[in-house]
Each structure stands twice: as structure tokens, then as C-alpha cells.
């Protein structure tokens, strides 16, 4: 029996998940811990690191083979993570700090790719070479592969799809730009969305119930499944920019599928039927009807390690 | 010294060159054929066959190694050219046709993907791993080099940045779409321009000179190098959308260079750099000002035969 595992470590604004990963995708366990993204970096390093020879400790006929991370902003050719949202790291040479630690092959790159290395391996592309994996959330992530490889594109920044243009002059996005993907087919774009609906319909008791802090999309999907036309507005908005954007990725790449992934793509097929029918209807004929969405098959919190964990198992 | 020579063979609508090319790129011959589109693809073949067993006959020590082919809508994992724009063959297995005659090693792609391989074997991109070659000309074909691979997809059909829609509801484009950026950045995009200046200014005469059935590129370069004020226009529009589309791609693919390539690039840094401007104004902070436009270097009319001879050449 093959005794290796991988640590995979997905690394997030909020909280951190690591996990042991077989070759064959087996999670011997995984936990999730605060990142604690205020403190110097090597606090959270600290921390892995004692519960790695913890558990190695534990589990003695196991041999720590490798480590694998995924983070935002992640490179995978430089082994830095570049002044991360939300962590107060500034520019940190990830692989490095673990390389000191564990003396073992250290990957990184970013929670996109790992998320694309993740469904390649051991979930719903498994056996696809052409695909493109879309991660949901506050922003809009993407992880492609094509020919049966990641791309990284020349200096590891390939996959920004959140940031393509898909408006001229269109809204305004985090980036600093006018019109990306992201301001439209992501929470930040629902948002803006519902700001835009209630310009319109200002006193509209469904928009201003839904309009909070944090905009909850359990409540959306409820209320479009009672027929809701405001619900089914918003869906359509955001599933039509959504499916413009597929559009543009497929006519240059020609994947086999997309594949979501992502808090934000439980509403499934609410958002993604407006998607499929609006991709279709921007792809030339070769494309069209050629191309389908899929859900990710992967547990919610173990996509990530598992696809960091990808990372050195896909280099053997 | 090695004796081996592909048969390398671009085939347009109008004419077809093909040549001899050994393994460094050595042009031993090439010619131009009239296609004649309008009889069976069989006596193309024939003539070409002809040809070749003259070429070999009167250089004796050489061999015939392969026979690469680019094609419109050639589709290299089919080996068909399917239903080719202003030729009479309908679909047809153009690889099985020439392996017929030759008994060699026969490979079939389209035209942008045989000029991205010519750039990258004989032409500016022998050092590099990662970028877009766009040939311009009537329409906007694209062939796309990422990790050091020609990019297919899951059909063949990766590289259509042409019908990349880069405007919702946009200009009708001749795929029967809306909005593609061969609408707005090719030689027929350019004619869409020049018409739509045409109904803001019915009477100017620069306008009303140059809208012919052939619009005369080099007259509007001409133009433009005195300063007129209408040229200029019509260059900053087809720029800004041609960046626009540059940076879609570049956002999705990280590319270190696009390379120009056809008829209508020699209005070159003309059109290139309002594009270039616009690119970069759509890109975000981590692309933006890093990638380069460059024009192709390689010889007009030899371009096409050598991308397809590297179709053979780079299996190796």
C-alpha cells in the first residue's frame, strides 16, 4: 500500500482548511481554522505545522510526501502569495516558509487552479482534458484546463476570468476597471443588481427585504421558486451576463464544460438555465448547444484541499 | 545531413501555395496555385501530386517526410475541412485525400493555427511559450500558443476570436451573430466603420473615395500619415475594439505577446496602438503594460506554408 500523503492547505480570507490527502483522494482528516490574517503569516504556518507532526505522529505508517496550497492571489511559478485580500501579509513566498518546515515538495497556486485541479482529479472532470471550473463567491474565480493541462499563462496570472470585459464603460468593479465579469455574475454583481432594481422600484417591499448586508441567497432562490418575478429578474440579469462571459471564454477555448463551484452557484439551475440559454445564444454555430454547465460534485470545504493537494500528485 | 522535406500546403479561397521546407525551415520552392474552389477538391490534389513528384524526381536525394495542410475551417483531430467559405467541396477528409497519395505522415489544422506554429518554429516566437498570433485579413482568425502547446479544445475548434462577442446586441457579423470582434477589427469590420461614418458625414469626400467594393487599406494609411482627421477615426475605432478583444483574451490567457499577421496588419502601429491603449486600459493592474504587440516577420505568402510544415515538424 502506498503510504504518502499530501498536506493540502487551502488557504482563505476568513479561515484556512488542511487536510491529508492520499493519491487516490482519501482524506485521512481536515479541519478548518482561522486564519487569523492580522497576525504575521508565520503564526498560521506555526499552527499547521504542529497539528501536520501531530497527526503524522498518530498516523506513524504514513510518510508526509508533499504540500499543496491554494490561496488567493496564489503563483504558481513564483511561490509567492501577492498581497492578498483580506490578509494583512503584503507579499509572503508561501512555499518557502513550508519548504523550512516539512523539506518536502511544495506547490502553490491559486484557490481557482486548485479548484480546476480538484475536479480534474478527483471529482466531475475526471475524465475531461478540455474544461473550465468557475468559482462563485464574492468574486468570480476560474481554473482552466485545456489539452489535458492547466494553463498559467506566461508569468502564472492566466484564468483572471472574473476581471474579462464584458461591458464597454459597463459597471464599476473592485479592480479599479469598468465593466468586468465579476461586477455582473458574482455576490458583488448581485448586489449591484439589486442597488440597480431598486433605483427603479424604490419602494418594492421584496428589494428592500433582501437588500442587507450580507444579501441572502437562500432567499432569493425561495422566493423565485414561489414565481417571484423580482427573484427571476435578478437571476436573469445575472445569468445572462454570466452566460456572455461563458460565451467569450468558449469561442476562444472550446471546453467541453464549465464547471461551478461555489456558495453563490446553489442557486443552480435558477441562474445557470439563463446562463446556458444566453452562452448559446453568443456562440457561432460550431459552439453552440456543444458546451454544458455542471455543478462541482465536490463536498463544500474539501474541494479546495483536495485540489491543493492535486497539485503535487498531478507533478508525478 | 538530413534529407527529409515537408510538403507544406496553405490553401486559400482564391489560391493555394505550397512548398517544400525542410526540417530548419529551409524553403527549397514554393508556388502559387489557383484553388479553382469551384471544381472537385480532387484536382487540387492532383496538381499538387504532379508537382511533387517532379520536385523529387529533379531533387533525388530528398524524401518526402509528411504533408501538412492549413486550411479555413480545417479541423486538425477530424482531418476534415468543413464546409470551407467560397470553395465548392462541402466537407471533406483532405487528410485522407493527400495520405492516399503519399503514404506519409499527413496533418490538417486551419489557417491561424498553421501560422501560430510558423511563428513559433521559424518566425518572433521560437522563445516563447505563451502567446496569441491574429491574422487579419478579410475576417479574424486566431491561433493560440499557452505552456508551449497550440490550444485545440475539446474539438478542434479553440482560437475563434473572431466571433468572440465583445459587444451585446453589437454590429451583425457574417457568422449571423452580434457583436463578434471580426465585426469591428477586420477588413470587413473597417467597411462597417467606414459606412457608419458615412451616415453621421453623407457628404464628406475622403469618406465617399475610399468606400469602394475593395476598400484600399493603403490609402487610408496614407491619409492618416498626412493627419486626416477622418482616418484617424476610423483607425482609433477599429483600435479600441480590436483592444478590447485583446484584452478578453489576454485576461483569460496571460500571454506575453500578441503577433499581427496578414494583409490588413500593414497599417501596423497605425491600428496597433490605439490598440494597444485600449488593451491595456480594459486589462487589470496585473496585466496591463506587460504584454506586447508585434508584428509577424515572417514573408508574406510564406507564412502559411511554413506554419503548415511545422504541423509535422513539431510531432516530431
Known amino acids: 500500500m502506498d503510504s504518502s ?9 476568513t479561515n484556512t482548511v488542511y487536510g491529508f490527502i492520499s493519491r487516490d ?4 482528516t481536515h479541519e478548518e481554522i482561522p486564519t487569523r490574517g492580522q497576525e504575521p503569516v508565520s503564526d498560521l504556518v506555526d499552527r499547521i505545522e504542529t497539528r501536520t507532526h501531530q497527526f503524522l505522529k498518530n498516523n506513524s505508517e504514513l510518510d508526509l510526501f508533499g504540500v499543496g ?7 504558481h511559478f ?4 501577492a498581497d492578498p485580500p483580506n490578509l494583512s501579509w503584503g507579499n509572503v513566498d508561501i512555499v518557502k516558509l513550508f519548504k523550512e518546515r516539512f523539506d518536502c515538495e511544495t506547490s502553490l497556486t491559486n484557490d481557482a487552479n ?10 466531475v472532470a475526471k475524465d475531461m482534458n478540455d474544461f473550465i471550473v468557475i468559482t462563485l463567491g464574492t468574486g468570480l474565480g476560474s481554473g482552466i484546463f485545456s489539452g489535458g493541462r492547466l494553463l498559467y499563462g506566461h508569468d502564472g496570472f492566466a484564468g483572471e476570468m472574473g476581471h474579462m470585459p464584458i461591458e464597454d464603460e459597463g459597471r464599476n468593479c473592485n479592480c479599479g476597471n469598468k465593466g468586468c465579469l465579476e461586477s455582473y455574475a458574482s455576490a458583488s454583481g448581485i448586489r449591484k443588481t439589486i442597488e440597480g432594481l431598486i433605483e427603479e422600484l424604490p419602494d418594492n417591499e421584496f428589494l428592500n427585504t433582501i437588500y442587507r448586508d450580507k444579501i441572502d441567497g437562500l432567499m432569493i432562490d425561495a422566493a423565485f421558486d414561489n414565481g417571484n418575478e423580482i427573484a427571476k429578474k435578478i437571476y436573469e440579469i445575472t445569468g445572462n451576463r454570466l452566460g456572455q462571459g461563458l460565451a ?3 469561442t476562444l477555448l472550446s471546453p467541453e464544460a464549465f464547471i461551478f463551484y461555489g456558495g453563490f452557484s446553489n442557486a443552480g439551475d435558477r441562474i445557470l438555465n439563463f446562463a446556458k440559454e444566453s452562452m448559446d445564444r453568443h456562440l457561432i454555430n460550431g459552439h453552440a448547444g456543444n458546451i454544458d ?24
Open 5 to 13: 500523503v499530501v498536506l493540502g492547505i487551502d488557504i482563505g480570507g
Open 114 to 123: 486548485a479548484a480546476a485541479l480538484g475536479e480534474k482529479y478527483f471529482g
Open 69 to 75: 496550497i491554494g490561496a488567493p492571489n496564489g503563483n
Open 25 to 28: 483522494g482519501h482524506i485521512y
Open 78 to 81: 513564483t511561490g509567492m502569495i
Open 248 to 250: 467569450q471564454a468558449a
Open 293 to 316: 454547465l455542471i455543478r462541482s460534485g465536490l463536498p463544500q470545504g474539501q474541494a479546495g484541499i483536495l485540489g491543493a493537494a492535486s497539485l503535487i500528485w498531478s507533478s508525478q
